[in-house]
């Protein structure tokens, strides 16, 4: 297994919660369900999500239960695996909920795991 830098991995979770947020924000359930972009947009954005997650070292990912981590990557496994079942209702809720849910989370993880360095003062 690769290693990956998890301050780099959190803020690029934020960064997608960002665009899921985007999204919904953007349009409706209608919307979404009658245009198959969108639909894989949706889609991708969840998996991309999983997929950092599972970027996340354990220890973290154990330092922080409060986070459904394994939810969240299995919802990735779901769409790559099951593409041709996925349940846009699913899909649908973590755009509309749980991103933002999640972006609040990982920030305070973020702020907790990695804290600004001091600032120098100079003269």
Request: charged share 30%.
């Amino acid at each position: 297994m690769s290693t990956h830098d998890a301050e780099v991995t959190l803020k690029q979770i934020i960064e997608v919660c960002n665009k899921a947020v985007e999204l919904r924000s953007s349009i409706t359930w209608e919307d979404f369900r009658s245009d198959w972009r969108k639909r894989m947009l949706g889609e991708r954005l969840v998996e991309v999500l999983g997929e950092a997650v599972k970027r996340l070292p354990a220890d973290l990912r154990q330092r922080h239960p409060q986070l459904p981590w394994d939810k969240i990557a299995g919802t990735r496994d779901y769409i790559a695996h099951g593409y041709d079942s996925v349940d846009y209702d699913v899909i649908w809720g973590v755009l509309e909920v749980e991103a933002g849910k999640l972006k609040v989370s990982v920030l305070a993880i973020l702020a907790q795991e990695f804290p600004d360095p001091p600032k120098r003062q100079t003269g």
